[in-house]
């Protein structure tokens, strides 16, 4: 068993010493050769590193919402019914955030929540196109994030539609470079609030939309104040716990049916997604954009695999004689085959690590755009798929090599 | 004692294109253990196939071809490659060394294919190399050897695994004189030492080493007979 053991082993030893002193001694088109495996590889490791990217841009945004939080919403997330009836559903009402307020037992928490366009002044410093959003006092609890200094609105300046107002980091930075912008007075649009609390910086939803140039301000007030704003509000009801989300959703189904008058027939003219409709329907695109990418890029892969396989032919022709000398003192078949199967994956091997090691500084400039890093298991892949598609490619001319008549191949000149 | 290689009746076809070459036409020889036997022909006499088929790199159309009591005129691919390893050292005309190794790899290489560990064959190797003279240039690659060494190495390979035969083909072709006459010095001294040998030549004076001569003509065996001074001087020489 040992002795079969270290035959193979000596074997393979035996292959890789050949394949080194080939690719040594052909080092000009080994290096040509090999460029197509190392564009191939380049090309697959950076697409994996964009996608990657793509995912975490995706996960770091839909952190924003929370996995226990239900958005009732007149539009559903994913989209799939017609267009038409869904602009034409009524809007959701303040009152229908309290009824989930009065009625449900399983939230947790509940907020109003109604956005507007302004622009933000305090002194002559000027936010343009800010967003005011209008809430009630449990907004934090629903939404993922915190306070970085000052308070939110209470619950009495809430119902009491005080002018009062939490700003995101941007508004902070824009309008008070070098103030503390706790106790001043903003205007947004053309009314003044008092600054009480600032939030922690969010960044940017899916990369398109910041989160950070936000007024917070007391539902009620957002009514009296920005009255030219039609149009309904969103209710964003946290869970009591992940467990009976299923639960929660049906509960509010059933409190909001009732709230706005829904015959038993009817379907229900709200939509109430969740933070899952999102990773599913993301998933569903990342997976095409991967599959495509991916596929190209393997394209690359292909054809460097197809220089390959030629040069393979080349050195096995070449080496003719040599294969009919090593056949005559004994090497069978599979020796053969496996010596020129480890030429070809040593080759493309050689390929995928100088491929990974170009595109290591290239996945750092794609950081600065897409903030991501080269995954491990994308190198790791990329290593095996070289040494795959040096042993595919090398297969057939390894195979021919096995085949050749010993009589025939010490003839050759 | 049983012969060391037993032919009856071998024939070989080959198709070339439409047409059939019958290489060989019914050869029926027997070659004893230590002797030293010269084929000899014209080409296209068909000695170059009657020393295919003796080394085990071609297969008979019909016939029975025992080596070593084992009948190898069936075998496949794979068996007649251990039945080389084992039981054939060949020396080729044009040495057919590998040019990237060095000499102990070249020597080693047939006990790689045996499955010899790597200190066993190291040390086999080496004792091969010496018996041939070489024993200083092991880290020699082929091109810096000159052509009589590189048959050495050649001779050394062949030796290396212990073989029931040498099979030599023309090994002085592409030596000059000086050098053929010590290659052929060496295997005169291989056969004292007990080896079987077979050395394929058309070369009267190199045939004259060997103690039976064995002609083939269009595929057969036209001549077979001992080379008779030459076993009278060994015999006086053995008598001295």
């Known amino acids: ?110 907020s109003p929540i109604i956005g507007t366009i302004a622009n933000m002044h305090y002194n002559r410093r000027v936010l343009e196109n800010g967003v005011v959003v209008g809430t009630g006092a449990e907004f934090l609890q629903t939404s993922a994030v915190n306070i970085a200094y000052g308070r939110f609105f209470t619950e009495g300046e809430a119902d009491g539609g005080r002018p009062v107002c939490v700003i995101g980091t941007d508004i902070s930075e824009n309008l008070f470079p070098n103030e503390n912008p706790l106790g001043k007075v903003i205007k947004v649009g053309t009314n003044a609030f008092r600054v009480i609390g600032v939030l922690e910086k969010q960044g940017n ?67 109430i997604n969740q933070q899952d409709m999102l990773i599913q329907t993301f998933n569903a695109i990342g997976s095409v954009i991967a599959a495509v990418g991916l596929l190209i890029t393997g394209l690359a892969l292909f054809v460097g695999g197809i220089g390959i396989m030629n040069i393979m032919f080349v050195s096995v022709t070449e080496r003719t004689r040599e294969i009919g000398v090593r056949k005559a003192i ?84 | 004692m049983a012969p060391i290689i037993k032919l009856q009746n071998i024939t070989k076809v080959y198709q070339m294109g439409a047409e059939e070459v019958h290489a060989l036409r019914g050869v029926t020889v027997e070659i004893q253990k230590n002797e030293y036997v010269a084929i000899m022909g014209p080409s296209g006499s068909g000695k170059s196939t009657l020393m295919n088929v003796i080394g085990c790199l071609d297969t008979p159309t019909s016939g029975l071809y025992e080596l070593n009591a084992t009948n190898v005129s069936d075998m ?97 072709g592409n030596l000059d004189s000086k050098t053929g006459i010590e290659i052929m010095a060496l295997f005169d001294t291989l056969h004292r030492e007990g080896n079987t040998i077979i050395l394929v030549t058309h070369e009267e004076d190199i045939a004259a080493h060997a103690h039976r001569k064995i002609r083939i003509r269009d595929g057969k065996v036209e001549h077979d007979e001992l080379n008779r001074q030459r076993t009278i001087a060994e015999g006086s020489v053995a008598a001295a």
């Not at chain 1, 009620?220 to 104040?225: A, L, V, W």
């Not at chain 1, 020796?335 to 170009?358: H, K």
């Not at chain 2, 190399?129 to 062949?158: C, F, M, W, Y």
């Open chain 1, 205 to 271: 939803f899916l990369g398109m939309q910041s989160l950070d140039d936000r007024v917070y301000v007391p539902i009620n007030r957002f009514f009296k104040e920005f009255i030219s704003f039609r149009g309904g509000i969103d209710i964003w009801v946290k869970a009591s716990s992940r467990e009976n989300m299923d639960e929660t959703k049906e509960e509010i189904r059933g409190i909001m049916r009732k709230a706005r008058h829904l015959a038993p027939a009817q379907a229900d003219d709200f939509a």
């Open chain 1, 330 to 413: 004994g090497a069978p078949r599979r020796t053969i085959l496996l010596q020129f199967l480890l030429e070809s994956a040593a080759l493309c091997l050689l390929g995928g690590i100088i491929g990974v090691i170009i595109a290591f500084p290239l996945s750092l400039i794609i950081d600065q755009v897409l903030p991501t890093a080269m995954p491990i298991s994308v190198v790791a892949v990329a290593l095996l798929v070289s040494i795959f598609v040096g042993v595919v490619s090398g297969l057939l001319p390894a195979y021919r090599a096995s085949r050749l008549d010993p009589v025939e191949a010490l003839r050759y000149e």
């Open chain 2, 76 to 172: 496949n691919d794979n068996q007649l490659a251990k039945i080389r390893n084992k039981e054939i050292g060949f020396v080729f005309q044009t040495f057919n060394l590998l040019a990237r190794s060095d000499v102990l790899h070249n020597v080693e290489l047939p006990l790689i294919y045996g499955g010899v560990g790597s200190v066993e064959r190291k040390q086999l190797a080496r004792d091969a190399i010496t018996r041939v003279g070489l024993g200083d240039r092991l880290h020699h690659k082929p091109n810096e050897l000159s052509g009589g060494q590189r048959q050495r190495v050649a001779v050394a390979r062949a030796l290396v695994t212990n073989p029931s035969i040498l099979l030599a083909d023309e090994p002085t």
């Open chain 1, 1 to 110: 068993m040992s002795s079969t053991l270290r035959f193979y082993l000596d074997e393979i030893r035996e292959g890789l010493a050949i394949s080194f002193r080939a690719i040594a001694s052909n080092k000009m088109r080994s290096a040509l050769t090999t460029l197509g495996i190392i564009i191939g590889i380049v090309s697959v490791t950076l697409m994996g590193t964009a996608i990657e990217g793509l995912n975490r841009a995706f996960n770091k945004s839909i952190a924003a919402l929370g996995s226990d939080v239900l958005y009732v919403q007149k539009w559903p997330w994913g989209g799939g019914q017609d267009w038409w009836t869904i602009r034409n559903r009524r809007d959701i009402r303040i009152e229908q955030a309290k009824a989930i307020e009065r009625q449900s037992e399983l939230a947790s928490s509940v």
